[in-house]
């Protein structure tokens, strides 16, 4: 499986932009990236996935280098309830065949980030 | 909207007790998986099911079995309880594998003493 790297911890301001960073260099052709967030005490969440193309939402927006190598989760107007673990991972699209594992989503540790008031 | 509902919320077992842990989801989705969550981790996928009678291990199996006889349904049990399976539990499904949005539950805390 493919793997990223993501800084153990962020922190940022109530009201300000955060950009937070995610490396997988070894990303294949049909991985997508994805990005979750998991609040405290909760489950995890969905946030927002993309293939090759910047991606925006109502949450947040994913630009992806033009090589795939990295990508940035960007929040706009950080809230203190955006304080949360924040999952970048890839998922492989090409996952056809029954019992094939390369959909499963396999989370790293994650980048905890603060938002301070 | 239900979407996947997880029960119980909170378990306490002795070391070698036998319990499932129940996950239901009522969106028709046919990929449905668990993790467990120990106290400053990522997510581990313990298994998985890709539909109604497919199932296959994940990253950390050993000790937990698992069934998908209806596409509602993918309980969790396990057989022998050990202090190392204190964790918490989340189940997860999507409409399908490769592609789409995986909702989770609100997660099982389960204490083996």
């Known amino acids: 499986d493919a793997k990223t790297t993501q800084p153990n911890s962020m922190e940022s301001n109530e009201e300000e932009p955060v950009h937070l960073p995610c490396n997988h260099s070894?990303?294949?052709?049909?991985?997508?990236i994805h990005w979750y967030r998991q609040l405290p005490s909760q489950g995890p969440e969905y946030v927002i996935h993309?293939?090759?193309s910047n991606v925006n939402n109502r949450m947040a927006s994913l630009a992806i280098a033009e090589d795939r190598k990295s990508s940035t989760l960007i929040l706009h107007r950080a809230t203190l309830r955006d304080a949360a673990v924040y999952y970048c991972?890839?998922?492989?699209?090409?996952?056809?065949?029954?019992?094939?594992?390369?959909?499963?989503?396999?989370f790293g540790k994650g980048t905890k980030l603060s938002v301070k008031p | 909207n239900a979407g996947v509902t997880q029960t119980p919320k909170f378990q306490v077992l002795k070391t070698g007790q036998s319990m499932t842990l129940q996950c239901a989801q009522d969106m028709n989705h046919e990929y449905m998986s668990w993790y467990r969550q120990d106290p400053g981790m990522g997510l581990r996928l313990i298994h998985y099911?890709?539909?109604?009678?497919?199932?296959d291990q994940g990253e950390v199996p050993n000790g937990y079995n698992v069934s998908r006889s209806t596409t509602e349904d993918f309980p969790l049990r396990l057989l022998s309880a050990a202090p190392s399976q204190t964790s918490v539990y989340f189940c997860?499904?999507?409409?399908?594998?490769?592609?789409?949005?995986?909702?989770f539950g609100e997660g099982s805390r389960l204490t083996v003493l």
């Open positions: 993309g293939l090759t």
């Open positions: 991972i890839l998922r492989d699209v090409l996952n056809e065949n029954y019992g094939g594992s390369q959909g499963n989503l396999i």
């Open positions: 070894t990303i294949s052709g049909t991985d997508y």
């Open positions: 997860a499904s999507s409409y399908s594998t490769s592609t789409g949005e995986l909702f």
């Open positions: 099911s890709v539909g109604a009678g497919i199932t």
